[in-house]
């Protein structure tokens, strides 16, 4: 489908998908693109040259150039935006139809429309979702399962906001060419999301809000701050109008928090604690530095981790020390209705760790499932009352210095069989998942997304890459990993029955064990699953 000049759709268009990609939209989409393109293959190429420092044994730091925005007291993001002063609870999940639904009706105060880790960027669900969006804020959207129950939106008074992830920097869109080249997802999502909604949602009261994701430096937040300002200026919306929200999900943006949030002062919402991708993140960038940085099996490393007691207080600190919201991490926890033992002590651990972030400061938090929401809220009522938040609260009490964070050495936990074991097996579910289309899975009682693949299979590769010898066993080799893998999928197979899908856990299989025990660290697993994809 040739659309706007220079622009080519590629993908299919399914019934109605001409609703959002207009000529109208596409122009924005190519604007950003010939404006903005080039700065983000600088910045991406300005990653691969950090690594290959922190590699050959440079230690990140806080940036001495930047040291005058950190000891400059006088600056202050913008004031919160109406629709997300309270943020008390929020709600993370795919925007597919029944979930939009019931997301916006849970009773959290926000809801995160993920196009990136909770979603599988397939091109129907990416165009699909944005209709889906679209149609919440129409209120011409419902969703009847195959067995007759039926959903529908609540009054406008009780949905939860929606603030839209767009996909990261390194990801592209293969099925929109600008000029020939492929264009940036995150700018595609951000773009066709602006373009429908901004005024949809301003005239609700509200406005076009978004978390960043996967960022590792406040220059990559000025690309979305200056992306923010020419979307505006190209439709006509006042400029501040736009929010985002960051999350500190890598260790490089842990150091460059304040700056980030100066750079997107006059549209930032604050910063989100990311934790599953953080510790992905720790993994990944300090891959090749030996046995200092050599995480624990995945299940014993708790938020009371030293280093990451650190990253918290330190950005909850960050964000109030500026005005701005500090929104916690993940509650994964998927409630089970047959079996109360189980769902009483999986809340029980729900609750320490929403007291734990209420208590220290955080303005909210997260949950995966609609029936967490309750026990979440109650957690942060009881710290906030009527407050919609506790800016106020400055934790001046709060000194993290670069060796608190990288104290990696600091976690308490081994390295197991089991433990291998729950890294091979997750991940191979996960990834079965994500390449049959759905990015947010059930695995063990938890609502997986791709950090958890991430942290798999680079856990295995670090184990792999270090000589690891497992508390309980033998050395990890390739040999040992891929015994474990014929294993684990044997017992998925019995697992799943007749619901096992043969040529997904192939593709899955030939996946996870080819980034795993690849010679050269794969930086992203969706970068070769996505080309894997229609």
């Known amino acids: 489908m040739a659309a706007t000049t ?39 190429a300005a990653r691969a040259r950090r690594q290959e420092q922190i590699s050959a044994g440079a230690d990140l730091d806080f940036p001495p150039e930047t ?30 139809r029944k979930m939009t639904v019931n997301a916006l009706n849970s009773g959290a105060k926000v809801w995160l429309a993920d196009f990136e880790d909770a979603n599988t960027p397939l091109w129907e669900n990416m165009i699909g979702g944005q209709l889906n969006l679209r149609d919440a804020l129409d209120r011409t959207l419902d969703f009847t399962t195959p067995e007759g129950k039926s959903y529908a939106l609540k009054d406008d008074s009780e949905l939860a906001s929606i603030i839209v992830r767009p996909r990261g920097w390194h990801l592209d869109e293969k099925h929109i060419l600008v000029d020939g080249a492929r264009t940036a997802g995150g700018i595609v999502d951000f773009a066709l999301y602006f373009f429908h909604c901004a005024r949809r949602q301003l005239d609700k009261g509200k406005g076009p809000y978004f978390y960043l994701p996967k960022l590792e430096s406040h220059l990559e937040a000025r690309l979305w701050n200056d992306i923010f300002a020419a979307a505006q200026e190209h439709l006509g919306i006042p400029r501040g109008t736009i929010r985002a929200t960051v999350l500190i999900e890598t260790i490089p943006a842990a150091f460059e928090m304040e700056e980030i949030l100066y750079e997107l002062r006059e549209h930032s919402a ?66 089970s209705r047959r079996d109360p033992e189980v769902n009483e002590r999986a809340l029980a651990k729900v609750r320490d760790d929403k007291s734990r972030e209420s208590g220290d400061g955080f303005d909210g938090s997260w949950v995966a499932h609609p029936d967490l929401v309750p026990v979440a809220k109650e957690v942060f009522d009881g710290v906030l009352g009527e ?9 001046d ?38 390449i049959g289309g ?25 184990w792999l890459h270090n000589g690891v010898t497992l508390d309980d ?41 080819e980034v795993a025990l690849a010679d050269e660290y794969v930086d992203f697993l969706t970068l070769p699953a996505y080309e894997r994809m229609p």
């Open 6 to 44: 220079g622009v080519e759709i590629t993908g299919p268009m399914h019934e109605r998908f001409d609703q959002i990609l207009t000529d109208d939209a596409l122009a924005l989409v190519a604007d950003l693109h010939r404006r903005f393109e080039g700065r983000r293959q600088e910045l991406l």
């Open 67 to 96: 040291r005058h925005i950190r000891e400059d007291t006088s600056w202050q993001v913008a004031p919160p935006a109406p629709g997300i002063t309270d943020r008390r609870i929020e709600i993370t999940g795919p925007t597919d």
């Open 270 to 335: 604050g910063l989100n604690a990311g934790r599953w991708d953080y510790l992905f993140s720790i993994i990944k960038v300090h891959r090749t530095r030996g046995r200092s940085f050599l995480m624990p099996e995945r299940n014993a490393v708790t938020m009371t981790a030293p280093f990451m007691r650190a990253y918290t207080e330190l950005l909850v600190s960050t964000c109030h020390r500026r005005g701005a919201h500090a929104i916690g991490g993940m509650a994964a926890f998927i409630p």
């Open 387 to 395: 407050r919609p938040n506790q800016i106020d609260r400055k934790r």
């Open 397 to 434: 009490d709060v000194s993290v210095k670069a060796a608190d964070l990288l104290a990696v050495d600091s976690a308490e936990g081994g390295i197991t069989e089991a433990g291998l074991r729950a890294n091979i097996n997750v991940g191979l579910q996960y990834l079965a998942s994500w």
């Open 438 to 462: 759905n990015g947010a899975a059930a695995v063990h009682n938890l609502m997986e997304d791709a950090a958890t693949a991430e942290i798999s299979r680079s856990q295995v590769w670090q």
């Open 473 to 513: 066993g033998p050395e990890v080799t390739r040999d040992l990993v891929r015994r474990l893998v014929d294993e684990e999928m044997a017992a998925i197979r019995e697992q799943h029955g007749d619901a096992y899908d043969a040529a997904l856990f192939e593709q899955a299989e030939q996946l996870f064990t």
